[in-house]
């Protein structure tokens, strides 16, 4: 844990949040994996968080420590076919991370799971967070579909 970490966590306002994440894009992101959710028997769920609390970080919790936590609080994992799959994003740190279930990573290589996460990652660096949100869930619901 450094400093400067827990200054980059702490200087994202609320606001900004918000204006990344409008309801409307809350909205498309929604109706994406109602969408998605109609094609397979997976579980798809995303979180976009902020940043971590001051405990959170004094005790040097990673985003994929996180994303694995809120996998295992949510019940994504608790589907029939073990195919659940949280896409976690932590705007502090402009991470992404994809935590599939058992069913799903036996079939689907981590690379995979990697380039998704890469290409939201470049589209949120550009600003386009809706298109970042919703690529990362068409990109899921390919994976889900063909496995």
């Known amino acids: 844990m450094t400093l400067a970490r827990i200054l980059s966590h702490w200087r994202l306002p ?19 994996i109602a969408a998605s959710e109609a094609q397979h028997r997976g579980e798809l769920r995303f979180v976009v968080e902020g940043h971590l609390t001051l405990s959170q970080l004094l005790r040097g919790v990673s985003a994929r420590q996180r994303a694995l936590q809120l996998f295992a609080r949510l019940g994504v994992g608790h589907t029939a076919e073990h195919s659940g799959i949280l896409i976690y994003v932590l705007l ?4 992404v991370e994809v935590v599939a279930d058992r069913g799903i990573t036996a079939a689907v290589p981590q690379a995979q799971w990697d380039a998704l996460c890469a290409a939201m990652t470049d589209l949120f660096a550009a600003g386009r967070y809706q298109d ?8 899921a619901t390919r994976l889900l579909g063909a496995h």
């Open 132 to 139: 970042g949100a919703l690529a990362g869930i068409a990109g």
């Open 14 to 32: 609320p606001w900004r949040i918000r204006q990344r994440f409008p309801r409307s894009t809350l909205a498309a992101i929604q109706a994406a």
């Open 92 to 95: 502090a740190e402009r991470r």
